[in-house]
């Protein structure tokens, strides 16, 4: 009889744990079958939007994975000028960049799944480290033309003014080398 309650007590933990990711995925319309796309869409809705709302989602959905969160508080809000923008998109981009793309741990570890974890990442310093990471495990012309193609990228952005025509043609450019590492995966 204790036997069969235990068993009993067990499943029904099990059951309740799976109906809560169900509910938590349901509530923002998060793929559950695919908690590496889960992740990078609360993280580009907290990147996008920045407030307590999307935090409190990411931080919940990283909690119902056992993904560990950063020490460091997220930097919330809206920078009050231009200047101080790209300060805190960098500090940004560095939090949720430290929320490792869940890409990375697939097993086996290919150059899809790397390639895929890159485009998930934000920051210049991590994705140039995840592509140094990927032309030692697979070492191709392919992977040298993605991070070539990202430096001038990276110059592009930095060169280029902040007007409407600037940002269409550095996120056009982005696109194409977006595609281009999708296209060859």
Known sequence: ??????????????????????????RYDLPPENPALSLAILKENLLENSNENNLQKLKEFAASQNIPLPKEKYPLGKAPSIEQDESLFLSQASWLDSLVPLEFG??????????????????????????EELSKKFPSERQQKLEHDYRKLCELRDSSKADYNSLEKLRMEKEKWEQYARANC
């Open 106 to 131: 697939e097993e086996p570890n290919t150059e899809t799944s790397l390639i895929n974890g890159i485009l998930r990442l934000y920051s210049d310093e991590a994705i140039f480290k995840a592509l």
């Open 1 to 26: 009889m204790a036997v069969w309650l235990i068993t009993f007590i067990a499943v029904a933990f099990v059951i309740a744990a799976a109906g809560a990711k169900r509910r938590a995925a349901k």
